[in-house]
């Protein structure tokens, strides 16, 4: 029993700290990002990325924040599921989409972080007579990030709704932040569907699901606090 307390508020003070940790260097590094161009200009975008030096550093720390996020999620799951209950079907699948979602992150970052730099890089030097196959290839690339944005997006909000039923079912916090993350998943899904046929915008619904989200990962980070301090002082009791 001591074991099994003294690991869950391991679980919540690493969650405590990676969820709003996660959230703050990703409104950092975005902040850093350009953003002065209209993202659907393609020709005027790609001379902004071209000219942008720290293009690479910043979508790494985009990449870094998210993977402190999910981390984040993964203490969640373990701080869920540390007692048998109702919670805990929904936390593994929410476990499993933090798997895949962590992976549609990295090849998104990879796309628009890495390779999209090159493309714009070689189109902005290339000869006049070979501009438009460089222009052609980056926007396919261009084209490739907003699948894997839209996928990404989707799978961002099926993983929140799923570890927002499991707080709602559980009893281990309150269920209403459950239903916050959940409302933040379910706008992040209409977001993703919407990117595939319009493309990179700021929508309604990603501002709803941005702003939803980093409230729930700072309430969720106090919550996950302050249940460590409980189960730290019941575990010499437990014993």
């Known amino acids: 029993m001591t074991v099994q307390t003294g690991g869950e508020a391991v679980s919540a003070r690493i969650g405590a700290v990676a969820l709003p940790l996660g959230v703050i260097l990703l409104v950092v590094s975005t902040m850093l990002h350009p953003s002065r161009e209209d993202p659907m200009d393609n020709p005027a975008v790609f001379r902004e990325y071209a000219e942008h030096e720290g ?12 993977l402190l996020f999910f981390a984040g999620l993964v203490a969640l ?4 599921t540390a007692r048998p209950g109702r919670a805990t079907l929904p936390a593994r699948l929410g476990l499993a989409a933090v798997v895949v979602t962590a992976a549609a992150l990295t090849m998104l970052q990879a796309v628009d972080g890495v390779a999209l730099k090159w493309a714009v890089d070689t189109w902005t030097a290339a000869p006049a007579d070979r501009q ?38 559980g009893s281990a916090y309150p ?65």
């Open 55 to 66: 293009w690479v550093a910043v979508h790494f720390g985009q990449w870094v924040a998210g």
């Open 77 to 80: 799951y373990y701080s869920l």
């Open 132 to 169: 438009d196959a460089a222009f052609a290839a980056a926007e396919t690339l261009r084209w490739t990030e907003y699948s894997l944005q839209s996928y990404f997006s989707i799978l961002l909000g099926l993983t929140l709704i799923l570890f927002g039923l499991a707080i709602a079912a």
């Open 175 to 239: 269920r209403w932040t459950g239903w916050l993350a959940a409302a933040s998943g379910a706008a992040w899904i209409v977001h993703g569907l919407m990117v595939p046929y319009i493309g990179l915008f700021e929508s309604v619904p990603r501002g709803i699901a941005s702003v939803l989200m980093y409230l729930w990962s700072f309430i969720m980070a106090f919550l996950m606090w302050r249940r460590a301090g409980r189960e730290a002082e019941a575990a010499p009791s437990a014993a």
